[in-house]
């Protein structure tokens, strides 16, 4: 292996490297029995990021108008907790909340393709704490949807 060839390795990381080196990771969501492509694949992490968007500033927008009536720490306070109501409630019984819905996502469990209400109350938990979310797995699941056995798809 030459210079150029260890620099490049470095700058396009681990898993083109390992790829390189002939391991065969296949796409994301191969090891859960999604298709690669279209409904019912793995959401892409920038229509994750989207759809999250949309609901913090939904949120955002009902806690400054409705209930603080301007912007401060406790405008912030009142969104989490109007996202935490809005997150459990929608997911565990349509599975999508607004934003999902305006990018076209969905929530399902991995064995019956339904979230049950606990499931959703512990995945909105995990994911409130921000933390679970920013860790993820080679499928692109974050920890929050590993421990609750979810994952977010495409409609």
């Not at 339904?114 to 979310?133: D, I, K």
Request: with cysteine; net charge positive.
């Amino acid at each position: 292996m030459d210079k150029r060839q260890a620099i490049g390795s470095w700058l396009s990381g681990p898993r083109a490297a390992m790829e390189d080196a002939g391991a065969d990771f296949g796409y994301r969501g191969e090891q859960l029995g999604l298709p690669e492509e279209g409904p019912g694949s793995i959401a892409r992490p920038g229509r994750r990021l989207g759809a999250l968007a949309v609901d913090w500033g939904l949120c955002l927008m009902i806690a400054y108008s409705l209930i603080t009536d301007g912007y401060g720490q406790t405008t912030g306070n009142w969104a989490l907790l109007i996202f935490f109501v809005m997150s459990v409630l929608t997911v565990g019984t349509i599975g999508v909340t607004p934003g999902k819905r305006l990018f076209g996502l969905r929530v399902v469990a991995l064995g019956t393709g339904t979230v049950h209400p606990g499931r959703a109350l512990l995945r909105t938990v995990l994911l409130c704490l921000a933390v679970p979310a920013l860790i993820w797995d080679r499928d692109g699941r974050g920890l929050h949807d590993r421990i609750a056995q979810t994952v977010e798809v495409r409609i």
